[in-house]
């Protein structure tokens, strides 16, 4: 799943994909470089990242989509919002991906009428501003288990057709978090729906490694998301597309 952040705040690309025609370029160099489907962001959620009107997420995400559309691979829209998930959706986007985790039941009813898979997240609270001072579990595999299940069972009970679980590695988690989710990713994979991983440049890596700039995180997040595919991640959102495929591919051939 390549990455295409219409924002001009994301931590690592923020800015570079503003202007539709340079964005449209990025999503045609993904797709060349191997990407299955492609993603498009209008709001950043970084952690403390202040909320984006609805209209200005629209007004960066719709034309973006509408041409992306054109390049026929499916397109997932990372909107929290209903308001932009519906005109997402009429226009043709094949995925809905939620970092809230539908928690709205707007959501989930937009799904449902559309006939459309939707990735559900786990993160502490609804609110990229606030989520890191709910950073604090007992056990988070557990709860990022159990939240990811019910979740799931209320999206499918609501007619949605099918789930994406995503543990939602940096949102409300830190280092010791995140480790721990990915060494048991199984506890995830093992409820039964296809399991999306998204470290690609995330701080984890820069803490492990050393790397402070998030373009730098190449081969950390090359090496964290083999050993996702290796636990049953079956999805990959990532920056990088070429580096991962190529990876991939190798790992494939010797262990898949």
């Given at each position: 799943?390549?990455?295409?952040?219409?924002?001009?705040?994301?931590?690592?690309?923020?800015?570079?994909?503003?202007?539709?025609?340079?964005?449209?370029?990025?999503?045609?160099?993904?797709?060349?470089?191997?990407?299955?489907?492609?993603?498009?962001?209008?709001?950043?959620?970084?952690?403390?990242?202040?909320?984006?009107?609805?209209?200005?997420?629209?007004?960066?995400?719709?034309?973006?989509?509408?041409?992306?559309?054109?390049?026929?691979?499916?397109?997932?829209?990372?909107?929290?919002?209903?308001?932009?998930?519906?005109?997402?959706?009429?226009?043709?986007?094949?995925?809905?991906?939620?970092?809230?985790?539908?928690?709205?039941?707007?959501?989930?009813?937009?799904?449902?009428?559309?006939?459309?898979?939707?990735?559900?997240?786990?993160?502490?609270?609804?609110?990229?501003?606030?989520?890191?001072?709910?950073?604090?579990?007992?056990?988070?595999?557990?709860?990022?288990?159990?939240?990811?299940?019910?979740?799931?069972?209320?999206?499918?009970?609501?007619?949605?057709?099918?789930?994406?679980?995503?543990?939602?590695?940096?949102?409300?988690?830190?280092?010791?978090?995140?480790?721990?989710?990915?060494?048991?990713?199984?506890?995830?994979?093992?409820?039964?729906?296809?399991?999306?991983?998204?470290?690609?440049r995330k701080r984890m890596i820069g803490e492990l490694t050393g790397v402070e700039a998030p373009q730098e995180r190449?081969?950390?997040?090359?090496?964290?998301?083999?050993?996702?595919?290796?636990?049953?991640?079956?999805?990959?959102?990532?920056?990088?597309?070429?580096?991962?495929?190529?990876?991939?591919?190798?790992?494939?051939?010797?262990?898949?």
């Open positions: 799943m390549g990455i295409l952040n219409l924002t001009p705040d994301s931590f690592s690309d923020g800015g570079l994909y503003l202007d539709p025609e340079r964005a449209l370029l990025r999503a045609k160099a993904m797709v060349a470089e191997g990407a299955d489907l492609l993603d498009l962001g209008a709001e950043s959620t970084r952690p403390g990242a202040e909320p984006v009107p609805v209209e200005e997420e629209k007004r960066r995400l719709l034309p973006v989509l509408e041409a992306v559309l054109s390049l026929g691979v499916p397109v997932s829209v990372d909107t929290r919002k209903p308001e932009v998930a519906e005109e997402a959706l009429k226009l043709g986007a094949h995925l809905l991906n939620d970092v809230t985790g539908l928690r709205d039941e707007r959501m989930l009813a937009l799904a449902a009428r559309y006939g459309v898979p939707a990735v559900i997240m786990h993160m502490p609270v609804p609110d990229p501003r606030t989520m890191m001072a709910h950073a604090h579990y007992g056990d988070v595999v557990a709860e990022v288990r159990a939240f990811l299940k019910a979740q799931a069972e209320r999206a499918l009970k609501a007619g949605v057709p099918q789930v994406v679980l995503d543990p939602g590695f940096g949102f409300g988690k830190l280092l010791p978090h995140n480790l721990a989710l990915l060494r048991h990713l199984e506890a995830i994979v093992e409820l039964g729906h296809p399991v999306l991983v998204g470290l690609s190449v081969f950390g997040s090359v090496a964290a998301h083999l050993y996702a595919a290796m636990k049953g991640a079956r999805l990959l959102r990532v920056h990088d597309v070429k580096a991962h495929r190529e990876a991939l591919l190798v790992w494939d051939a010797l262990w898949g």
